[in-house]
């Protein structure tokens, strides 16, 4: 009987999407804050059954619990509840049904709590699973039948990359005859590894970079991104983005790096590709959703460029980035979540036109928020920005150092654009009442800004001890 | 020195909190008490006597920065950021301070968005305050490029460029500047093994290629911030066209922090395959000069012509600073002083012209006759702005040019040439609007400056004068 006390976390977040389906059955007076509140308990809970696992070092076979995938549990958990709270607002205002979101979002955080922390290859495939099919999902909802092209088109994407999950599944287990990732590790490190295996371990590396939304798997993610409403296409682009990269780091982390020297080279590639790609289409592109999602492809190209040995120093610098950016992304939500123009939430860049003129304090935040992720000094992004230029000159990496800042080039002026836009044209609508959820939490990001800017010591140190 | 009771981060702090008053007061309405001037006025006037109580705690002769503040910012890489002022820095303060007075003052009446023109200039500010106290490589960098973002948008809103490519322009040039800069300071930082004084910089040996790439990643930087060739045609697309004074203070400000970088970093010794370079930058310099003079010669916009007297003046500082010699560069702070009062005060009259030409639709030839207390005015910062001895303008100079026209006669006598043309101009202009026979009222009601604001003028011309008895003259008086 394997011992699951380690994962019952997980297994109440799944209970509790089922138990959504049966109260939105069974029960008449529910509202979009019924489900949002039922969401949050459910995550205090899930997070003290973390903390208290950790806590009394509560051992399991399948799923390691130490100090770095509690972090990133708690992160994620924190990224959710403000994502479900933001959500909450915007269903209310649409006076939508908000079980069916609420469900496939613990679901889909519930895969990647699993594929951050499990040791098992099947868990792990399992868990990958889970996720493409909730991100499938999530774009579909509250989609027409003919606005749903997009997210068929993410979810055949999808069913291609679970084929090659299956099938690198299927090959390695042929191979090794166990299930245990270290014991595959090791079983690879004490062979000569030949072009089959090193396409299986391409086919996990594919898809945990389509988890993470990277080059060459991005196209269809950011498509279907950019269809899905509101609330959706916050989870399907923030919680992945946190899970994959955890997930990035610990199957990068047990598997032999040195003897999968290649692919990781290729991953290198996929990276700095990523890096332009964002930057470039970020550029071209009047979507506010997909300027988001091109931002996270050009972050997460950053992040995985400086994971080059996969040391401490490495992951310190990267983590911290990928942080501080998600904070800035979340921000920017924040402010989307809050601009609405007859009921309608916006989402082009032209209806943020003369922002300025009306919701000042808006258009300065999110100009805040833009030079964060941009990397401005004085802003909380230019810690991040600092730490990862560093581990280049630490790698002596200089034209990745160049190519960094070609693409930091390029992102600026997409954002200064978009500052255009928001500060020195005039207004094109009169937007309306700002709902005081998104201003809450833009005002608790705005206070981890002050204390990273102020005492960025704090985050860093903490984050290291963690690390080490 | 070290300083127990922070006061130098007192002087970053105030107009930032300035900036958070204002942000809360009611926007201003016409003839309806101005909140928003007040306060910003306010938080300017607390800095310059904190300021001036910082020249009374500094003892001026002894080298070195002052007051010193440390504060260990990020452990991983190790980071401390160092706050320290010197003669040089507490002149620029104050400068950009009274600067900030006659500005404020001089848009006093235009609540068109007025909240914002003082937030961001309180912000803008800050970061300058921030940049002039900083004792470390690392936080001058930060300073230096955060200024960035409150004068783009400053630029934005206010500048009425008619093309924001421009300032798009003008702004990703600066961040090329910055990176190199950030570059530099990262590569410093792994070089040492830790933070690093200002001072320490211009000890640099230059002996080998990084440390090269440092000096001239750092160089070109600070370079971007002048108006020299090729340079020039940003900040003149820019500059030229800007209607709004205190956007243009601002950035009449930017060049100085290029210049101010010049002096803290450039190396006692250079080396000699340095030379080719100087002299290539000196030769660009001059022709750049002479090259603008002409055109704010011929140009009929008073914009135009104030721009080219910034940018001759500007480049004439920066050859100065080249010769590395001290007492020049004492000098240069000394004059500098002047320069940004006069240059301020002439921005403000010109936008109180253009604002009463288009109320009365009248133009402008002899206008200055029925201004009777601002011709004088005009008149007496005009005449200190084209050198003669009414202010540290004059002595100052003097003393710089006679040095370049030691060290390279050729180049001086262009240099100097530049300087008269722009001379000319500006005189030009002041007859022109002095000219009574071409003044045709129509029998309009003419409003001249008011008498608070003619004393504030007075008082400033006051200050000019007695910069060029004694250039430090407030730290025995107060």
Known sequence: MPNIVSVLPEILLSCVGILFFLINKYRTANTPKTFYSLSKYSLYLFVLGEITLRYFDVKSDFFHNDAMTVFYKIILSVSALIIFSMSCKWFLSKNLNSAMFYALSLWLFCGLMLVISTNHLMILCGGMILIMLMQYALSLLYKEDEERQTGHQFGIFSAIMMLILISSLAYVYHQTLSWDIKSIAMHYKNKSL????????????????????????????????????????TVIQVLPLLGGYGCFVFFSGQTVVSDFKLIFQLIHLFAFISIFWGAFSLIKENNLKAMISYSCLYAIGVAILSLKNFDKDNLLSSLLYLIIFTVSVLGIYGILFSLKYKGEYLSELSSVQGLYSQKPMLAVLLCVFLMSIAGMPLSLGFIGKLQIVDSFVLLEEYWVMFFFFMAFFLILIAYLNIINQVFFSEKCQNLDRINNGSIFWISVFIIVFLIGILNPAFYIENLEKLIR | MLNSFSILSLIVAIPFLGMLFTLAAKEAENGKTNNVFNVAVFAVISNIIMILRVFMLVKLNEPGLHLIEKYNWMKKPNIDIIFGVDVLSLMMLLAIHIAFVIG????????????????????????????????????????????????????????????????????????????????????????????????????????????????????????????????????????????????????????????????????????????????????????????????????????????????????????????????????????????????????????????????????????????????????????????????????????????????????????????????????????????????????VEIKDINGKYFALMLFVCFCLMMSFVKPLWFVFVF
Request: glycine residues 6%.
């Open chain 1, 194 to 233: 030949n072009i089959w295996d090193n396409m299986a371990y391409l086919g996990f590396m594919l898809n945990i970079i389509y988890m993470l939304g990277m080059f060459p798997t991005h196209i269809s993610k950011i498509q279907a991104h950019k269809a899905a409403i509101l609330p959706s296409s």
């Open chain 2, 104 to 443: 404020f003052v001089g848009i006093r009446n235009n609540y068109k968005k007025q909240k914002t023109l003082m937030v961001f200039s309180l912000l803008f500010l800050s970061m300058v305050n921030g940049f002039f106290i900083s004792g470390d490589i690392f936080s001058f960098y930060m300073f230096f490029e955060a200024m960035l973002i409150p004068q783009f948008l400053l630029l934005g809103i206010f500048g009425n460029i008619k093309r924001k490519e421009y300032i798009n322009r003008f702004f990703v040039y600066n961040m090329v500047g910055a990176i190199l800069f950030f570059t530099a300071v990262v590569l410093l930082f792994n070089y040492h093994k830790g933070s690093l004084g200002l001072q320490q910089l211009s000890l640099m040996n230059l002996s080998n290629r990084l440390e090269y790439f440092i000096w001239g990643a750092i160089f070109i930087s600070l370079l971007s911030r002048i108006p020299v060739w090729p340079f020039h045609y940003w900040i003149s697309s820019v500059d030229s066209n800007l209607r709004n004074p205190m956007v243009f203070i601002i950035s009449i400000i930017i060049p100085l922090t290029g210049l101010y970088g010049f002096i803290r970093f450039l190396p006692q010794t250079l080396p000699q395959v340095l030379d080719i370079v100087i002299l290539l930058l000196q030769i660009i310099s001059v022709i750049t000069m002479l090259f603008i003079s002409l055109i704010g010669y011929i140009n009929k916009d008073r914009q135009y012509k104030l721009f080219s007297y910034i940018t001759v003046y500007y480049i004439m500082y920066l050859l100065g600073v080249l010769t590395g010699k001290e007492d020049i560069l004492l000098n240069i702070v000394y004059s500098l002083f002047s320069y940004l009062l006069i240059v301020t005060c002439l921005e403000i009259f010109s936008y109180y012209l253009y604002k009463e030409q288009s109320e009365h639709s009248v133009l402008d030839d002899g206008m200055l006759c029925a201004y009777p207390r601002l011709s004088i005015v005009y008149g007496f910062v005009t005449l200190a702005a084209v050198g003669l001895p009414l202010s540290s303008l004059f002595m100052s100079n003097f003393l710089i040019l006679s040095n370049l026209l030691a060290d390279n006669i050729q180049m001086g006598i262009i240099m100097l040439l530049a300087i008269i043309i722009v001379s000319c101009a500006l005189l030009n202009e002041f007859f022109r609007l002095r000219d009574f026979e071409k003044w045709n009222a129509n029998g």
